[in-house]
C-alpha cells in the first residue's frame, strides 16, 4: 500500500529530497573558500535547489518534449526581453541556423534570401554566426572589426554594399553592442534583414535617441544561448525572437520539421480545418498536422530543459548585476597596465551585460600573447581566445571556393585580434578574491 495519498504528496517528498540532497553535495562554489592554485574557469553554471526542483518536476511529468515548462519559459522571456514571439530551440548555433533560415522563406517574397546573395558579417566572432549563410549557399561578406569594442566597423558597410546584398547578420562580442544605430539605419536605408547574434550580451542594452531596449530587440531576429558558460542555462538550449509574425510563423514551421501547422504538440486541430485544406499537389483533405511548407528540422528543446529556464530567469537580474560589476572590478584592477594590453571598451550608448573580459596584448610592448596566457594558464586561470580570430584562415575554408565569400579590406584589426587577444570570466560566480586573483596573476604576467 502506497504511504503517499495521491500523486502530489509523491511528487512532495521526492522534490523534498532532491532540495536536501543539494544542500549537502552541491555547495555553490561561489560559497567555497577560494586558496592559491584552485581552478578559475572562465565561466561555469550558477543554480541552487529550485532549478533541480524545477528539473526534478519535468522529469516527473515524463512529457521529455516540447511542453508546459516551454510555454512558460517562452512567455516569461518574451515578457523579460520586451519582444512579441519568442521560439525555444535546443541550441544557440540552431538559434542562428534558424534565424538565417527564416530569411530564406518563400512567404517573404522578392526579400527572402537566394542563393548566391550576400550577408555582411565579420570574421571576427564563432562560425556558427556564419556557417549557416555557407551551408545555404549564400556568401557571408566580411569586414574587419574596431578595437577597443572589438565589434564591426560600421564605417566599411558601404564599401561591403553591393546589389546582391540582402542582411546582415553579426553578434555583439562578448556582451558589448556593437553600433546598433548605423548598422540599423544602414539597413533601413537599403532594404535589408538584421539578425543580431545576441547569444553574448543577453541582458545588454542598447539606447537610440533616448530609447533602452535589449540588444538582440533592435533587428528583424535576435538570437539567445543558453550554453552552461553563457549568461544563464538550460544545458544546452537557445531561442530564436522577433516581433515579426510572419518571421515567427517561418521560424516555428523551420524548428518543427518545416510543417504548416501551428499545433503545438499533443494538440490536434487548433483551426478547425485540419481535414478540409488543400496545399500544393496533396489531395483535397489532406491531414494538415503532415503538410510542410518549409525544408525543415527538429530543432526543438526539451521541457526539461525549459524547466531549468523557468527558474534561472528568476535569477537573471542578479546575474546582469554581478557581471557587471565583475567586469568593472577588473577594468579599474588592471588599469595600470595599459602600456602592455589593450583594455576594453564598452560601445557608445550602452550599457553591456558582459559575458568576458577581453585583453589585446601590444606587440610594442615586448610581450606575447602566447606567453601572457601561458603564464596565466600555468597559476590556473582558464583564458580563452576571441573564438575563431579570423575565421577565413580556418582549414573549413580550404574546403571553400573563393566565390563562395568575399572579403572586404584588409581584416587587419581582425588578424590583431587573432595574434594578440585574450579574454577571462566575469560570470556571477566569480567571487573577490578570484579577481583579485587573476589581477595579481596578469600584473605578474605583464612585468616579469
Keep these: 500500500m502506497s504511504k503517499w495519498n495521491n500523486e502530489q504528496e509523491a511528487r512532495e517528498e521526492i522534490k523534498s529530497l532532491v532540495a536536501q540532497y543539494y544542500k549537502e553535495y552541491k555547495k555553490p562554489e561561489q560559497d567555497k573558500p577560494f586558496k592559491e592554485g584552485d581552478r578559475i574557469n572562465y565561466a561555469s553554471r550558477v543554480y541552487d535547489e529550485k532549478e533541480m526542483l524545477a528539473l526534478t518536476d519535468a522529469a516527473l511529468d515524463f512529457w521529455l518534449t516540447t511542453g508546459r515548462f516551454t510555454k512558460q519559459f517562452e512567455e516569461g522571456f518574451a515578457k523579460w526581453i520586451g519582444i512579441k514571439y519568442v521560439s525555444l530551440v535546443n541550441s544557440g548555433s540552431s538559434a542562428n541556423l534558424l534565424a538565417f533560415m527564416a530569411l530564406t522563406s518563400p512567404l517573404l517574397g522578392d526579400k527572402r534570401v537566394k542563393r548566391g546573395d550576400e550577408v555582411i558579417t565579420v570574421a571576427a566572432g564563432?562560425?556558427?554566426?556564419?556557417?549557416?549563410?555557407?551551408?545555404?549557399?549564400?556568401?557571408?561578406?566580411?569586414?574587419?572589426?574596431?578595437?577597443?569594442?572589438?565589434?564591426?566597423?560600421?564605417?566599411?558597410?558601404?564599401?561591403?554594399?553591393?546589389?546582391?546584398?540582402?542582411?546582415?547578420?553579426?553578434?555583439?562580442?562578448?556582451?558589448?553592442?556593437?553600433?546598433?544605430?548605423?548598422?540599423?539605419?544602414?539597413?533601413?536605408?537599403?532594404?535589408?534583414?538584421?539578425?543580431?547574434?545576441?547569444?553574448?550580451?543577453?541582458?545588454?542594452?542598447?539606447?537610440?535617441?533616448?530609447?533602452?531596449?535589449?540588444?538582440?530587440?533592435?533587428?528583424?531576429?535576435?538570437?539567445?544561448?543558453?550554453?552552461?558558460?553563457?549568461?544563464?542555462?538550460?544545458?544546452?538550449?537557445?531561442?530564436?525572437?522577433?516581433?515579426?509574425?510572419?518571421?515567427?510563423?517561418?521560424?516555428?514551421?523551420?524548428?518543427?520539421?518545416?510543417?504548416?501547422?501551428?499545433?503545438?504538440?499533443?494538440?490536434?486541430?487548433?483551426?478547425?480545418?485540419?481535414?478540409?485544406?488543400?496545399?500544393?499537389?496533396?489531395?483535397?483533405?489532406?491531414?494538415?498536422?503532415?503538410?510542410?511548407?518549409?525544408?525543415?528540422?527538429?530543432?526543438?528543446?526539451?521541457?526539461?530543459?525549459?524547466?531549468?529556464?523557468?527558474?534561472?530567469?528568476?535569477?537573471?537580474?542578479?546575474?546582469?548585476?554581478?557581471?557587471?560589476?565583475?567586469?568593472?572590478?577588473?577594468?579599474?584592477?588592471?588599469?595600470?597596465?595599459?602600456?602592455?594590453?589593450?583594455?576594453?571598451?564598452?560601445?557608445?550608448?550602452?550599457?553591456?551585460?558582459?559575458?568576458?573580459?577581453?585583453?589585446?596584448?601590444k606587440p610594442e610592448s615586448g610581450f606575447k600573447r602566447n606567453e601572457v596566457t601561458g603564464y596565466i594558464e600555468n597559476k590556473n586561470i582558464q583564458t580563452r581566445l576571441l573564438f575563431s580570430g579570423n575565421m577565413t584562415l580556418h582549414p573549413a575554408f580550404l574546403t571553400i571556393g573563393p566565390e563562395e565569400y568575399r572579403i572586404v579590406g584588409s581584416l587587419e584589426n581582425t588578424n590583431y585580434i587573432m595574434n594578440n587577444s585574450f579574454w577571462i570570466g566575469v560570470y556571477p560566480g566569480m567571487t573577490k578574491e578570484k579577481l583579485d586573483y587573476m589581477i595579481e596573476i596578469i600584473h605578474e604576467a605583464c612585468r616579469k
Design 126 to 361: 564563432f562560425p556558427t554566426t556564419i556557417a549557416p549563410i555557407i551551408q545555404y549557399g549564400a556568401v557571408p561578406v566580411f569586414v574587419d572589426v574596431k578595437l577597443p569594442g572589438y565589434n564591426i566597423d560600421t564605417d566599411v558597410l558601404d564599401k561591403a554594399l553591393s546589389e546582391k546584398t540582402k542582411a546582415v547578420m553579426i553578434a555583439h562580442t562578448l556582451g558589448n553592442p556593437f553600433n546598433i544605430k548605423v548598422v540599423k539605419e544602414f539597413c533601413e536605408k537599403n532594404d535589408l534583414w538584421l539578425i543580431e547574434d545576441n547569444c553574448d550580451a543577453l541582458g545588454s542594452v542598447y539606447s537610440i535617441d533616448g530609447k533602452e531596449k535589449y540588444t538582440g530587440t533592435w533587428g528583424d531576429i535576435g538570437t539567445s544561448s543558453f550554453y552552461p558558460p553563457h549568461h544563464m542555462t538550460m544545458g544546452e538550449g537557445g531561442a530564436v525572437y522577433t516581433d515579426n509574425p510572419l518571421l515567427h510563423k517561418v521560424v516555428r514551421s523551420l524548428r518543427d520539421w518545416g510543417r504548416d501547422c501551428s499545433c503545438q504538440s499533443g494538440q490536434d486541430n487548433l483551426c478547425g480545418h485540419r481535414f478540409d485544406g488543400k496545399f500544393g499537389g496533396l489531395p483535397e483533405g489532406y491531414d494538415h498536422k503532415y503538410v510542410y511548407s518549409h525544408m525543415g528540422y527538429n530543432l526543438k528543446a526539451t521541457d526539461m530543459q525549459a524547466a531549468i529556464g523557468v527558474e534561472q530567469l528568476k535569477k537573471f537580474p542578479e546575474f546582469i548585476k554581478r557581471r557587471k560589476e565583475n567586469w568593472e572590478y577588473l577594468r579599474k584592477g588592471l588599469d595600470d597596465l595599459q602600456d602592455v594590453l589593450v583594455l576594453p571598451e564598452p560601445e557608445d550608448n550602452s550599457d553591456p551585460s558582459w559575458f568576458g573580459f577581453i585583453v589585446s596584448v
